[in-house]
C-alpha cells in the first residue's frame, strides 16, 4: 500500500488548504480500512485531524472539527482534507495515513501504511 499527498506549497491567510492522498495497492473502499489526515508544525508533534472510513463515515479531531473537512473519489481511489480559514499556525508538514481498525485511529505509530507528508505554508 502506497500514499501520496498531493497539494499547494503556499497557502495565504484566510484560503482554503486543500491537499489530496492519492492511494495504490488497496481500494479506499476495501472493509475495515480507515484513512487519516495528520500534521506537524514546526517544532511540534503530530497531529491527528481527522479521517474517512471504508464506509465513507467521517471523524474529526473536536479542536480542528469546525474548520476540516475529508472526503473521498472513490473513482480515482483518492481522498481529500480541506481546512478552511487558514492561519500561519496551520503551517506544517501534512501526512496521509492508513490502519486497518478504528481502535488508535488518532494515534500516528498505530497506522499500518503512511505517505511522506507534504510541507504547506500559510503566509501572505
Known amino acids: 500500500v502506497q500514499l501520496q499527498e498531493m497539494g499547494p506549497g503556499l497557502v495565504k491567510p484566510s484560503q482554503t488548504l486543500s491537499l489530496t492522498c492519492t492511494v495504490s495497492g488497496v481500494s479506499i473502499e476495501t472493509n475495515y480500512y480507515f484513512w487519516s489526515w495528520f500534521r506537524q508544525p514546526p517544532g511540534k508533534g503530530l497531529e491527528w485531524m481527522g479521517a474517512?472510513?471504508?464506509?465513507?463515515?467521517?471523524y474529526y479531531s473536536p479542536s480542528l472539527k469546525s474548520r476540516t473537512s475529508i472526503s473521498r473519489d472513490t473513482s480515482k481511489n483518492q481522498f481529500t482534507l480541506q481546512l478552511i480559514s487558514v492561519t500561519p499556525e496551520d503551517t506544517a508538514a501534512y501526512y496521509c495515513a492508513t490502519k486497518k481498525a478504528p481502535r488508535g485511529i488518532s494515534t500516528w505509530n498505530s497506522y499500518d501504511y503512511r505517505g511522506q507528508g507534504t510541507q504547506v505554508t500559510v503566509s501572505s
Open positions: 474517512i472510513a471504508y464506509s465513507g463515515s467521517t
